[in-house]
């Protein structure tokens, strides 16, 4: 294992440029799309290239260099352990949720939540934190798709295709289907899905080529394998296109959870399971640890593009929900993951350096108070200007007292930077929980009311 120390602290001049890349050139996509700059014949050539060619080339070339004899085994049966939980409860709590019993609903949600993406997303960011530190976490991408693509994928498919050969049923009563066929369509879907295939191709060329790519052959597959990135990146920008239109209740309900079980529920178990299953070397947490921050950004990776394909074309409401979960994950996992590797880093600062963090982190709760300050005060003359509304909806009671309450909070956090002494443990727990307690107690008490 490699050293945690030194170049690790100069993970911010690679993150963010990475962050910026990745979500700059989703944004263009996005762009283009909103342009109508392509057909969309032209966005499915651009989809069967990024599926068929790209991924593929990226997946064998790195496969075929991997040295599986240092490969962490207890860390991917970490990774398989936290999928299938999340896949399970997730259609566990469809079906419990759900007032009419729709397969296809509890296969996509699981996929949703299970399936990541590892490869566009979240390969640069890997890359960025743990370059100079871990450079060899970034196999366990390639490692891991597998575990979706062929074992817990499958599962999803299969309700689907049971919910659609049901609805088929109810429209053609005499027809019959056969069960065998359900499944032969669903195991040929996966093992002549490209990424299985040169997955497997890898893992024999792996042991043929003596973990090492020919000359030849790295010449040919590494533009390939180049052009995934920027290609795939683009494309996910160009799928959000005319994605949240139709907002209903249940649709962002619905997305919100699926959102908060993929973003943070995932990320908490898979940390744990590495915590359980990855066993300390020569005594040593260290090992446990480096596997288990990674385990934790790794989870926080948001639902994969693909997610939109797997949707039977006459469900139009969770082609909505799917779409829209696809957009929202996406943007709610750029702070989640820039926040998770910037808590990894800390674990690798000296004490020095720490204190500077401690500095920006109490500068920037000064400054996004006062903005909350700012914004919370127009809120409020706002409402005091429209007074009878208090008087006629309880909804706007309790959003004026929650608005009350943030601007308090917001005062009290910019006091606090102003205390010049040192405070002891009594005083800075008084302060703290003065603070919390007037908030948290009474957005908690309200909500129930």
Same mark, same amino acid.
């Given at each position: 294992?490699?050293?945690?120390?030194?170049?690790?602290?100069?993970?911010?001049?690679? +993150?963010?440029?990475?962050?910026?890349?990745?979500?700059?050139?989703?944004?263009?996509?996005?762009?283009?799309?909103?342009?109508?700059?392509?057909?969309?014949?032209?966005?499915?050539?651009?989809?069967?290239?990024?599926?068929?060619?790209?991924?593929?080339?990226?997946?064998?070339?790195? +496969?075929?260099?991997?040295?599986?004899?240092?490969?962490?085994?207890?860390?991917?049966?970490?990774?398989?352990?936290?999928?299938?939980?999340?896949?399970?409860?997730?259609?566990?709590?469809?079906?419990?949720?759900?007032?009419?019993?729709?397969?296809?609903?509890?296969?996509?949600?699981?996929?949703?939540?299970?399936?990541?993406?590892?490869?566009?997303?979240?390969? =640069?960011?890997?890359?960025?934190?743990?370059?100079?530190?871990?450079?060899?976490?970034?196999?366990?991408?390639?490692?891991?798709?597998?575990?979706?693509?062929?074992?817990?994928?499958?599962?999803?498919?299969?309700?689907?295709?049971?919910?659609?050969?049901?609805?088929?049923?109810?429209?053609?009563?005499?027809?019959?289907?056969?069960?065998?066929?359900?499944?032969?369509?669903?195991?040929?879907?996966?093992?002549?899905?490209?990424?299985?295939?040169?997955?497997?191709?890898?893992?024999?060329?792996?042991?043929?080529?003596?973990?090492?790519? =020919?000359?030849?052959?790295?010449?040919?597959?590494?533009?390939?394998?180049?052009?995934?990135?920027?290609?795939?990146?683009?494309?996910?920008?160009?799928?959000?296109?005319?994605?949240?239109?139709?907002?209903?209740?249940?649709?962002?309900?619905?997305?919100?959870?699926?959102?908060?079980?993929?973003?943070?529920?995932?990320?908490?178990?898979?940390?744990?399971?590495?915590?359980?299953?990855?066993? =300390?070397?020569?005594?040593?947490?260290?090992?446990?640890?480096?596997?288990?921050?990674?385990?934790?950004?790794?989870?926080?990776?948001?639902?994969?593009?693909?997610?939109?394909?797997?949707? =039977?074309?006459?469900?139009?409401?969770?082609?909505?929900?799917?779409?829209?979960?696809?957009?929202?994950?996406?943007?709610?996992?750029?702070?989640?993951?820039?926040?998770?590797?910037?808590?990894?880093?800390?674990?690798?600062?000296?004490?020095?350096?720490?204190?500077?963090?401690?500095?920006?982190?109490?500068?920037?709760?000064?400054?996004?108070?006062?903005?909350?300050?700012?914004?919370?005060?127009?809120?409020?003359?706002?409402?005091?200007?429209?007074?009878?509304?208090?008087?006629?909806?309880?909804?706007?009671?309790?959003?004026?007292?929650?608005?009350?309450?943030?601007?308090?909070?917001?005062?009290?956090?910019?006091?606090?930077?102003?205390?010049?002494?040192?405070?002891?443990?009594?005083?800075?727990?008084?302060?703290?929980?003065?603070?919390?307690?007037?908030?948290?107690?009474?957005?908690?008490?309200?909500?129930?009311?």
């Amino acid at each position: 294992m490699n050293d945690t120390t030194g170049d690790a602290i100069n993970v911010d001049s690679q +993150l963010y440029p990475a962050l910026i890349q990745v979500f700059t050139i989703i944004g263009v996509g996005y762009v283009a799309g909103q342009l109508n700059l392509l057909t969309n014949t032209q966005s499915a050539g651009l989809s069967r290239f990024i599926s068929n060619f790209a991924l593929p080339a990226v997946v064998f070339k790195n +496969l075929v260099n991997i040295q599986f004899s240092s490969v962490s085994w207890a860390f991917l049966a970490s990774i398989f352990v936290t999928k299938a939980i999340v896949l399970f409860l997730t259609g566990i709590l469809t079906g419990i949720s759900e007032r009419t019993r729709n397969y296809a609903r509890i296969g996509l949600y699981a996929i949703m939540t299970s399936q990541s993406n590892d490869f566009a997303l979240m390969l =640069p960011i890997i890359t960025a934190v743990y370059q100079y530190t871990h450079p060899d976490y970034q196999r366990y991408l390639y490692l891991a798709a597998p575990i979706s693509l062929v074992i817990l994928n499958p599962i999803g498919f299969f309700l689907i295709e049971i919910q659609t050969r049901l609805d088929d049923q109810k429209k053609h009563p005499n027809r019959k289907w056969k069960r065998g066929q359900l499944i032969k369509k669903i195991l040929r879907n996966v093992l002549l899905n490209p990424i299985v295939i040169c997955t497997i191709l890898g893992v024999v060329f792996n042991r043929i080529f003596d973990e090492h790519l =020919p000359i030849i052959l790295d010449s040919i597959l590494t533009p390939v394998a180049q052009s995934f990135s920027a290609t795939a990146l683009f494309y996910l920008g160009l799928t959000m296109v005319g994605k949240l239109k139709h907002f209903h209740t249940h649709l962002v309900i619905t997305v919100l959870i699926l959102s908060f079980i993929k973003l943070i529920i995932n990320p908490l178990l898979l940390r744990q399971a590495v915590y359980l299953l990855v066993k =300390p070397t020569n005594g040593s947490l260290n090992n446990t640890i480096d596997y288990s921050n990674f385990g934790f950004l790794f989870g926080t990776a948001p639902t994969a593009p693909s997610i939109i394909f797997y949707v =039977p074309d006459y469900d139009v409401g969770l082609q909505a929900i799917a779409s829209t979960g696809l957009v929202l994950s996406t943007i709610l996992a750029g702070p989640i993951m820039l926040i998770s590797a910037k808590m990894i880093n800390l674990r690798t600062l000296t004490s020095d350096v720490t204190q500077e963090y401690e500095a920006t982190l109490q500068k920037t709760t000064y400054d996004v108070s006062c903005i909350s300050l700012f914004c919370t005060i127009i809120v409020l003359i706002g409402f005091c200007l429209r007074h009878r509304l208090l008087r006629v909806s309880c909804i706007h009671k309790y959003t004026f007292i929650f608005v009350g309450l943030q601007m308090i909070h917001s005062i009290w956090a910019i006091a606090v930077q102003y205390v010049q002494q040192p405070l002891n443990d009594t005083s800075n727990f008084l302060l703290n929980f003065g603070k919390y307690f007037c908030f948290y107690y009474f957005l908690t008490h309200s909500s129930m009311i």
